[in-house]
């Protein structure tokens, strides 16, 4: 059974395949909330649209089943309602994402397809997939692929599908690619209206609405340039750090770096992890999922400062490790485990032990493992946000600055997409 989020995905592929047939002018009369309120009702008497844009696109939603998205949208209208408040946006402002656009606002589907991909599938997204995979594995730059572009769903014309073919081919022989190479044929291919990678968030009050990333980085930049690091916050359990930044002291926003020290029987987790917060305003959060992506993140500022920076916190954090694994074999011996046992092992047969076991285990990531890389980022953040002139940019604040991008997709080597939300 497909998860919610690969049945939204196709549903919306399925609403932007039915506003586009509709065309900008007929979109708003069948895409009507006020007529048809609740995707049972617009199903009654749009059927026929269903079937034809589910066959229009078959293929195309792969691991999902027009009656697995059936099932879903009768059972989940909120998912109903935010589809067809995209689509509609969609249909009626495309062209202003790019002025080529334009044709797919005309009735009829205009040699386009709504496609969402998953591993081992054959669409024109899987084929992206598998490029980028190419260039990450030669140039580190991304965790997954949702820092180079969060798309969900993607546009792609019978042009784009040739071309993104043509190069598969081309690099999957060759066994080489760059992001240079992948953000060229992306780039190109939406500047010419042919491939538009779409990233969905539900929409829950209001219209829907379109925001384009890393098509004018200068413009991005200049919209950053009021953020400052602020201050570095501790958290009552010591076992992560909340960097804190804004325009202002009074700033609620903040890049949280921590350790989750469970496992899924009784080893020990090296995974630290991070993500952007915003509670205090707007702005598109995202994580950081491992170590050794942070330290790039850090290499990229391409300060001097960092440089010594990457080299103390790589040390750090092997020697952390190395305690912490050692920590955690004693631990299991005082409880009577090994690392390869089920965690049923303790926590069916003494409840209590294994709370107690859970807690000694988040102390010991605390004391000898993350607890020395924050103590260490503390020092250097603090060190660092250094009074400058109006027009400058203290290292601190160059540090969120990359990571706010990075967590975002807005990296320097990431890929142009569009929200709507």
């Not at 014309?157 to 073919?165: F, L, M, R």
């Not at 952007?276 to 995202?286: A, Q």
Request: proline share 3%.
């Amino acid at each position: 059974m497909a998860d919610a989020t690969a049945l939204f995905e196709s549903a919306q592929a399925l609403f932007c395949a039915i506003a586009d047939n509709a065309g900008a002018n007929k979109a708003s009369s069948i895409l009507n909330l006020d007529k048809f309120p609740s995707y049972n009702i617009f199903k009654e008497q749009n059927s026929k649209l269903i079937d034809t844009a589910n066959q229009y696109n078959k293929g195309m939603t792969v691991g999902v089943t027009p009656k697995m998205m059936d099932d879903f949208l009768s059972k989940n209208n909120d998912w109903y309602i935010s589809s067809v408040k995209i689509a509609l946006k969609i249909i009626q402002e495309i062209d202003k994402i790019d002025k080529d656009f334009q044709k797919i606002k005309r009735p009829g589907w205009n040699k386009f397809f709504y496609v969402r991909g998953a591993a081992g599938g054959t669409t024109a997204m899987d084929d992206i997939g598998t490029l980028f995979s190419l260039a990450n594995s030669k140039d580190k730059q991304f965790g997954d692929i949702n820092k180079w572009s969060p798309a969900d769903i993607y546009f792609t014309s019978t042009v784009a599908e040739k071309e993104i073919q043509e190069e598969f081919d081309r690099a999957t022989k060759e066994k080489t690619y760059t992001f240079i190479e992948l953000n060229k044929l992306v780039n190109n291919l939406l500047d010419r209206g042919e491939l538009l990678p779409l990233s969905l968030k539900k929409v829950e009050k209001g219209d829907a609405t379109l925001h384009k990333y890393n098509f004018n980085p200068s413009l991005e930049d200049k919209a950053l340039s009021s953020i400052q690091y602020q201050k570095a916050k501790r958290a009552a359990s010591g076992r992560d750090v909340q960097l804190y930044f804004g325009e202002s002291a009074s700033s609620k926003n903040y890049f949280k770096l921590r350790h989750d020290p469970s496992h899924e029987k009784f080893g020990a987790s090296a995974t630290i992890k991070g993500e952007i917060i915003y509670n205090s305003s707007g702005g598109r959060g995202g994580s950081l999922a491992s170590f050794d992506i942070l330290t790039k993140v850090i290499e990229n500022t391409r300060i001097a400062s960092t440089e010594r920076l990457k080299k103390d916190l790589i040390s750090t954090q092997a020697k952390g490790l190395k305690d912490y694994k050692a920590g955690i074999d004693v631990l299991n011996k005082k409880y009577g485990v090994q690392a390869s046992d089920p965690k049923t092992k303790l926590k069916v047969a003494n409840p209590k032990a294994y709370e107690a076991y859970q807690s000694e285990r988040a102390e010991l990531s605390r004391d000898v493992y993350i607890g020395p890389i924050i103590n260490l980022l503390e020092k250097w953040f603090e060190a660092n946000n250094k009074k400058v002139k109006s027009s400058q940019v203290n290292d601190s604040t160059r540090l969120i600055l990359s990571l706010i991008k990075y967590t975002s997709s807005r990296s320097p080597k990431s890929g142009k997409f569009v929200i709507a939300k």
